[in-house]
């Protein structure tokens, strides 16, 4: 099977969950045209109240449907768009890609993967228990956060459920993804 996308979500405010659209347009440098984190400098609230001059490095965040099928096997109540993400993928490991994979979506669009996403108090205000849920181990003891990637825009396009998605890894060496 061949990378997709599933699903595009967009909210004009700072909300938790996403509504599901039937398109979205990236811009290039700033993000999803009509969501609330566009923006060449950091959106997100609490990043804003530390430094509103940071660069923007969260301007698109993916999440996995493999994630929402495992999470909702658990019991959780999630789909597409309920956990904020802009785009939500399927047949792509997001969570193994190094920092500086770029991910070319449909006919035009390209983003840059820049960290992993931190998961916050948030998802358990959404239902409680999601946090643990999204956070485990790695085999030496370091954190693992599967909440999906963040990204920066680097080539603006269109992107609707059903387009392919191809990845460009950077030049060696790799980098693991962190917190961004």
């Known amino acids: 099977?061949?990378?997709?996308?599933?699903?595009?979500?967009?909210?004009?405010?700072?909300?938790?969950?996403?509504p599901i659209v039937p398109m979205i347009m990236l811009i290039e440098g700033l993000g999803v045209e009509g969501d609330a984190h566009l923006g060449v400098t950091v959106k997100h609230r609490s990043r804003v109240r530390a430094d509103p001059t940071q660069p923007n490095l969260r301007q698109v965040h993916l999440i996995q449907a493999e994630l929402h099928d495992e999470l909702q096997l658990a019991g959780f109540n999630v789909a597409e768009g309920t956990m904020g993400e802009n785009i939500t993928t399927r047949g792509i490991?997001?969570?193994?890609?190094?920092?500086?994979?770029?991910?070319?979506?449909?006919?035009?669009?390209?983003?840059?993967?820049?960290?992993?996403?931190?998961?916050?108090?948030?998802?358990?205000?959404?239902?409680?228990?999601?946090?643990?849920?999204?956070?485990?181990?790695?085999?030496?003891?370091?954190?693992?956060?599967?909440a999906g990637v963040m990204g920066i825009v680097i080539e603006g396009g269109a992107v609707s459920p059903g387009d392919t998605i191809r990845t460009d890894l950077p030049a060696l060496p790799h980098w693991p993804l962190e917190r961004v």
């Open 1 to 18: 099977m061949h990378p997709i996308v599933t699903a595009v979500a967009l909210s004009a405010t700072h909300t938790f969950s996403k």
């Open 93 to 146: 490991d997001l969570l193994a890609l190094p920092r500086g994979a770029r991910l070319r979506i449909g006919a035009d669009a390209v983003i840059e993967i820049t960290g992993l996403r931190n998961p916050c108090v948030q998802l358990d205000h959404y239902q409680k228990g999601l946090t643990a849920a999204v956070l485990g181990r790695n085999p030496d003891g370091s954190l693992q956060r599967r």
